[in-house]
């Protein structure tokens, strides 16, 4: 019997996978040079900026490339950051004017002169003691030589006829030590007679009291120019019959002693001469109602330009000289 031939159906051929060739060394090389050149060539393309260290590098839209304000200061100016304005509105002049309220007088413009030369102190210089006697006398309303006119103050000296040097001396603060230790302070408004020696200071009576018992009379003492620190603010005063055909300046409340006092008088700054009386005299009038500069002993220089001219009124400024 013969038996019937049965066939598997025929199954689909599924197609074989090519077996993968070993990369040689060769094109494993070459696969990384062409990969390094894509990324140097994306990386040198123009508009490209590192992903790193970008906000560093590169200027924030709206912002300037320029130095920092700091810079700016220290590059190009001595004049300290709190002059500088932030504000867009401010002027260029109102930054050059000193920023402090006492800089600003109640005239209608002045400034303001650093010190640049030595020291303009005659015989009353700072830092050195001086050695005399202390004397009293009665100052009654407080007048004086120095013609500042009555006054309530009472801790007053008159100096000394060689050591007053012609009113140089009016208005300074002297320091006046006893030999037993107790001291005051003083501002000179008088000054004594010839019959005073060099170094002696005339007293008010009020302070020969506070150093030593009036009855001494007379007490060996040294005195030493001060710069105080609470001096008020500088005044300006033209004498009694005073015009622009002849005048005469007064400068009241200085804290340091002043060395000259000029006016502006055709396009140039005049020095007036001083009188013993303590006013600077221009008596051909040139410059009398203009501008006014004022110079202390330090070298420091105020320049007031606003003062009218009144005679006899005392005309208050914002002004006042360094402490030293």
């Known amino acids: 019997?013969?038996?019937k031939e049965t066939r598997q159906p025929a199954r689909r051929r599924r197609g074989r996978r090519p077996t993968p060739r070993a990369v040689t060394p060769v094109a494993l090389v070459a696969l990384v040079a062409v990969g390094a050149l894509v990324c140097l060539v994306v990386a040198f393309r123009p508009g490209h900026r590192a992903a790193t260290g970008d906000s560093a590098g590169s200027p924030v839209a709206g912002s300037r490339g320029t130095a920092t304000p700091d810079?700016?200061?220290s590059a190009g100016s001595t004049s300290p950051r709190a002059?500088?304005?932030h504000s867009?509105?401010?002027s260029p002049t109102a930054t050059a004017r000193p920023s402090t309220?006492?800089?600003r007088p109640s005239a209608s413009?002045?400034?303001?002169t650093t010190p640049t030369t030595a020291s303009l102190s005659g015989r009353i210089r700072p830092g050195v003691d001086h050695r005399g006697v202390a004397t009293m006398y009665d100052a009654g309303n407080g007048d004086g030589a120095c013609s500042y006119g009555p006054t309530d103050d009472v801790m007053t000296a008159a100096m000394n006829h060689t050591d007053y040097e012609t009113s140089k001396a009016c208005g300074a603060y002297v320091r006046v030590r006893a030999d037993g230790g107790a001291s005051i302070t003083v501002r000179i408004t008088n000054e004594c007679p010839t019959g005073c020696t060099p170094g002696q200071l005339d007293l008010s009576a009020q302070a020969f009291a506070r150093l030593a018992n009036p009855?001494?009379?007379?007490i060996p003492i040294t005195w030493k120019l001060l710069s105080p620190g609470d001096a008020g603010t500088v005044a300006l005063r033209y004498k009694t019959g005073s015009s622009r055909y002849w005048c005469a300046l007064q400068v009241i409340g200085h804290r340091n002693p002043l060395a000259r006092l000029e006016l502006r008088s055709g396009g140039a700054w005049r020095p007036l001469p001083r009188t013993d009386y303590n006013y600077f005299l221009a008596e051909d009038g040139g410059g009398c109602g203009?501008?006014?500069r004022i110079t202390d002993i330090y070298g420091e220089r105020l320049t007031v330009d606003g003062i009218t001219l009144r005679p006899d009124a005392v005309q208050t400024t914002r002004l006042q000289f360094a402490r030293h």
Request: cysteine-free.
């Open 1 to 3: 019997m013969r038996m």
């Open 71 to 73: 810079r700016e200061a």
């Open 290 to 292: 203009g501008a006014i």
């Open 215 to 218: 009855v001494a009379g007379r």
């Open 109 to 112: 413009n002045t400034s303001r």
């Open 101 to 103: 309220a006492s800089a």
């Open 83 to 85: 002059t500088r304005s």
């Open 88 to 90: 867009p509105a401010a």
